[in-house]
């Protein structure tokens, strides 16, 4: 097959894999050869949707000996099926790369034969780009489910990050959708394999290890995804965890759910993973509803804020970074600027916060200046303009939002 | 009177300490100077910096934030140098009514951003560090071969004068690699380690693209998800200046009418 067609199906079957940072402080890679590391991580285009194009992500294959139901690449899939040679790979990596398309590679596959093999050709890609081409870039390598720790070590050798795919957040969710996969034996005990290997050896996987969960494909709710996020976190270390709203491009007859999830509800998860990594919220604070999900009319930290006014209004002047934090509107730049400026100044007008980066229209109603409030009416009708007539608040919470009201 | 000053950080600065001992007015050497041209200027450079500062002092009160050179010094000179590179000639009031703020209430005022004028200057700032992140990204070289020589070409259009930090950008990453990079006024030459800067009219070299072109077109179609459609972002992020050499603009456009 012409290698542009390979690209055009081995690219097209990668793009679901949302990761797409590419941001790595330090290099595992030596000082010789071409490519370099950002720090911030740099998009050289973006799709129509929207989404940053950092990483040229490919499959080395499309070819699976899995029936995952929610995927494109399954064995049961009449699609055109193809494969890059490793070094045909490596070859047209370094022209994306020479011409500036891309900050870095992001190597998947679908598994072909077994799990190992594949995972061997996947390395040997990056064998060529590491020793011949001396390339000391960016390298995100995927990790194939069930492979043994031997050659977790040794890609880790060669990669800044690592990733194996969860997709789901429970053994229960993964056997509905991805009948073939263990959750423990081919998921977790990979990621446990990274964390060893991370903590052991600081100049291996120097980017850390990320993984992905599928939003909505196995009929889960927000907290089972975010009660597994958190001890992803917490136990395993890992540095980020994508959300992927689920879309349904197979007609598996007996996938759980066959509607596409709102990118509304994987934004909701951004934003709550964003508050436990960030801002300091323990897990048992997100406000779900009672089916256990997030609410998709207010972000989770608003939601909180409303459901919290016993804890408010906070005098801007003298509240702690943790807690200047927890105010919506309030971000971390903004957050660190307060505190800042009040060595020396003390803050005076809402103008002066607008300036700094507050938002206020989602602030005011929930800060003091210098002991005087500027939200609306009282503080306990502050919320309703906020609410309008339609919002759904969890309903655990009603009678504590009516006496709010 | 006018002082003149040039575009570097310390002329700026003792010609704003200059101008509050005298109260004459501030200009810079690159602003048009039309409307003052019968007023009698001097140049900031030919004038004892020292004996400013100690005048200064005297008359003001000491500047510490100047004698310690601390982090957040650090920050206000690197915010001043970047907005100096800014194409917008406003750039100069906000730079000197900004100078004037710190000198009366500090670097932490001005650096977060507190009053109107520090709030201005530091958005300009981000234009122009968003200008040179943008660069990173889009620019597109096309890579030749002189005998034992590399060199990676590209064209550009730089808004704010960015060029020679870009260029410095791709330094490690091209390593081994000789690096053109030609806007409309200006080309930056990193040949063998050394940057040359050229005024384009005088540089007379084509830039034509590869037939590379197609494999990029083939990768970005193929990244596309229909599903999750969203041109209005897609042309906020990759705004309409960089489509004269970036292929996106026209998929996008066809996306937007779904002819893709
Ligand atoms: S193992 Fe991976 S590539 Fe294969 S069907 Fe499952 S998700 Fe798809």
Same mark, same amino acid.
């Given at each position: 097959?012409?290698?542009?067609?390979?690209?055009?199906?081995?690219?097209?079957?990668?793009?679901?894999?949302?990761?797409?940072?590419?941001?790595?402080?330090?290099?595992?890679?030596?000082?010789?050869?071409?490519?370099?590391?950002?720090?911030?991580?740099?998009?050289?285009?973006?799709?129509?949707?929207?989404?940053?194009?950092?990483?040229?992500?490919?499959?080395?294959?499309?070819?699976?000996?899995?029936?995952?139901?929610?995927?494109?690449?399954?064995?049961?899939?009449?699609?055109?099926?193809?494969?890059?040679?490793?070094?045909?790979?490596?070859?047209?990596?370094?022209?994306?790369?020479?011409?500036?398309?891309?900050?870095?590679?992001?190597?998947?596959?679908?598994?072909?034969?077994?799990?190992?093999?594949?995972?061997?050709?996947?390395?040997?890609?990056?064998?060529?780009?590491?020793?011949?081409?001396?390339?000391?870039?960016?390298?995100?390598?995927?990790?194939?489910?069930?492979?043994?720790?031997?050659?977790?070590?040794?890609?880790?050798?060669?990669?800044?990050?690592?990733?194996?795919?969860?997709?789901?957040?429970?053994?229960?969710?993964?056997?509905?959708?991805?009948?073939?996969?263990?959750?423990?034996?081919?998921?977790?005990?990979?990621?446990?394999?990274?964390?060893?290997?991370?903590?052991?050896?600081?100049?291996?996987?120097?980017?850390?290890?990320?993984?992905?969960?599928?939003?909505?494909?196995?009929?889960?709710?927000?907290?089972?995804?975010?009660?597994?996020?958190?001890?992803?976190?917490?136990?395993?270390?890992?540095?980020?965890?994508?959300?992927?709203?689920?879309?349904?491009?197979?007609?598996?007859?007996?996938?759980?759910?066959?509607?596409?999830?709102?990118?509304?509800?994987?934004?909701?998860?951004?934003?709550?993973?964003?508050?436990?990594?960030?801002?300091?919220?323990?897990?048992?604070?997100?406000?779900?509803?009672?089916?256990?999900?997030?609410?998709?009319?207010?972000?989770?930290?608003?939601?909180?804020?409303?459901?919290?006014?016993?804890?408010?209004?906070?005098?801007?002047?003298?509240?702690?970074?943790?807690?200047?934090?927890?105010?919506?509107?309030?971000?971390?730049?903004?957050?660190?600027?307060?505190?800042?400026?009040?060595?020396?100044?003390?803050?005076?007008?809402?103008?002066?916060?607008?300036?700094?980066?507050?938002?206020?229209?989602?602030?005011?109603?929930?800060?003091?200046?210098?002991?005087?409030?500027?939200?609306?009416?009282?503080?306990?009708?502050?919320?309703?303009?906020?609410?309008?007539?339609?919002?759904?608040?969890?309903?655990?919470?009603?009678?504590?939002?009516?006496?709010?009201? | 009177?006018?002082?003149?000053?040039?575009?570097?950080?310390?002329?700026?600065?003792?010609?704003?300490?200059?101008?509050?001992?005298?109260?004459?007015?501030?200009?810079?050497?690159?602003?048009?100077?039309?409307?003052?041209?019968?007023?009698?200027?001097?140049?900031?450079?030919?004038?004892?910096?020292?004996?400013?500062?100690?005048?200064?002092?005297?008359?003001?009160?000491?500047?510490?934030?100047?004698?310690?050179?601390?982090?957040?010094?650090?920050?206000?000179?690197?915010?001043?140098?970047?907005?100096?590179?800014?194409?917008?000639?406003?750039?100069?009031?906000?730079?000197?009514?900004?100078?004037?703020?710190?000198?009366?209430?500090?670097?932490?005022?001005?650096?977060?951003?507190?009053?109107?004028?520090?709030?201005?200057?530091?958005?300009?700032?981000?234009?122009?560090?968003?200008?040179?992140?943008?660069?990173?990204?889009?620019?597109?070289?096309?890579?030749?071969?002189?005998?034992?020589?590399?060199?990676?070409?590209? /064209? $550009?259009?730089?808004?704010? =004068?960015?060029?020679? &930090?870009?260029? @410095?950008? +791709?330094?490690?990453?091209?390593?081994?690699? %000789?690096?053109?990079?030609?806007?409309?006024?200006?080309? /930056? $030459?990193?040949?063998?380690? =050394?940057?040359?800067? &050229?005024?384009? @009219?005088? +540089?007379?070299?084509?830039?034509?693209?590869? %037939?590379?072109?197609?494999?990029?077109?083939?990768?970005?179609?193929?990244?596309?998800?229909?599903?999750?459609?969203?041109?209005?972002?897609?042309?906020?992020?990759?705004?309409?200046?960089?489509?004269?050499?970036?292929?996106?603009?026209?998929?996008?456009?066809?996306?937007?009418?779904?002819?893709?």
């Amino acid at each position: 097959m012409e290698i542009l067609n390979k690209l055009k199906i081995l690219t097209d079957a990668a793009k679901y894999d949302v990761c797409a940072s590419s941001a790595c402080s330090q290099s595992n890679w030596g000082s010789k050869g071409f490519g370099n590391m950002s720090r911030m991580g740099v998009c050289h285009s973006f799709t129509p949707d929207g989404r940053c194009i950092s990483l040229f992500k490919v499959l080395l294959t499309n070819q699976c000996i899995n029936d995952c139901l929610y995927c494109i690449n399954r064995k049961s899939n009449d699609r055109l099926k193809t494969c890059f040679g490793e070094r045909e790979l490596a070859d047209l990596f370094i022209q994306f790369y020479k011409r500036n398309y891309v900050e870095g590679l992001f190597l998947t596959s679908g598994i072909y034969k077994n799990s190992e093999e594949t995972m061997e050709r996947m390395i040997k890609v990056i064998e060529i780009l590491r020793f011949e081409y001396q390339f000391r870039g960016y390298i995100h390598l995927k990790v194939l489910p069930g492979v043994s720790p031997g050659l977790i070590n040794k890609g880790a050798v060669l990669a800044n990050r690592m990733s194996i795919n969860l997709e789901c957040p429970t053994t229960n969710k993964l056997e509905l959708i991805c009948p073939e996969k263990d959750f423990k034996h081919d998921l977790i005990a990979p990621m446990l394999s990274m964390k060893k290997i991370i903590k052991n050896d600081k100049t291996k996987i120097p980017a850390g290890q990320t993984t992905q969960m599928i939003i909505g494909a196995s009929g889960e709710n927000d907290r089972e995804i975010i009660t597994t996020s958190a001890w992803l976190y917490q136990k395993v270390n890992l540095c980020r965890i994508y959300y992927s709203a689920f879309i349904p491009v197979n007609q598996a007859s007996n996938l759980p759910v066959k509607e596409p999830v709102s990118l509304k509800r994987e934004s909701r998860l951004y934003q709550a993973d964003w508050l436990m990594r960030r801002y300091g919220f323990a897990f048992q604070e997100l406000p779900f509803d009672q089916t256990g999900n997030l609410p998709l009319d207010f972000d989770p930290k608003m939601a909180w804020a409303i459901l919290n006014l016993d804890k408010f209004p906070i005098e801007i002047n003298k509240a702690s970074y943790r807690a200047l934090l927890r105010i919506p509107g309030i971000g971390e730049i903004s957050a660190r600027r307060i505190i800042k400026l009040r060595k020396d100044f003390h803050i005076t007008s809402l103008e002066e916060l607008k300036n700094i980066g507050v938002v206020l229209k989602r602030a005011v109603n929930f800060i003091l200046i210098k002991g005087k409030y500027f939200g609306q009416a009282s503080f306990n009708n502050k919320i309703l303009p906020i609410l309008g007539e339609n919002s759904l608040l969890p309903n655990q919470n009603q009678e504590q939002l009516a006496f709010a009201l | 009177m006018i002082i003149k000053f040039k575009d570097k950080f310390e002329s700026i600065f003792y010609a704003v300490l200059y101008g509050n001992l005298t109260g004459y007015y501030l200009s810079s050497q690159n602003e048009p100077d039309d409307l003052f041209q019968a007023e009698e200027f001097i140049e900031i450079e030919r004038l004892n910096w020292k004996e400013i500062l100690d005048q200064h002092n005297q008359k003001f009160g000491k500047i510490n934030w100047f004698k310690n050179q601390d982090e957040q010094f650090r920050q206000f000179k690197n915010t001043i140098e970047l907005a100096l590179r800014h194409w917008k000639q406003f750039k100069y009031k906000l730079i000197i009514e900004t100078i004037r703020q710190a000198l009366k209430f500090g670097l932490i005022y001005v650096n977060n951003k507190t009053s109107n004028e520090a709030k201005d200057l530091l958005n300009l700032t981000g234009q122009v560090k968003s200008d040179i992140h943008r660069a990173l990204g889009f620019i597109r070289f096309i890579p030749i071969e002189r005998g034992k020589e590399k060199f990676l070409l590209a /064209y $550009f259009e730089e808004d704010s =004068q960015v060029g020679d &930090l870009v260029i @410095n950008n +791709f330094k490690n990453k091209y390593f081994g690699y %000789n690096l053109l990079i030609k806007t409309s006024k200006t080309v /930056y $030459f990193l040949y063998q380690h =050394q940057l040359y800067q &050229l005024a384009t @009219n005088k +540089f007379d070299l084509q830039i034509t693209k590869d %037939n590379f072109d197609k494999f990029w077109e083939v990768f970005y179609q193929a990244n596309f998800i229909p599903e999750r459609k969203n041109t209005k972002l897609a042309k906020k992020l990759i705004p309409k200046k960089y489509w004269s050499w970036l292929k996106e603009g026209q998929i996008i456009n066809q996306v937007d009418k779904n002819l893709i």
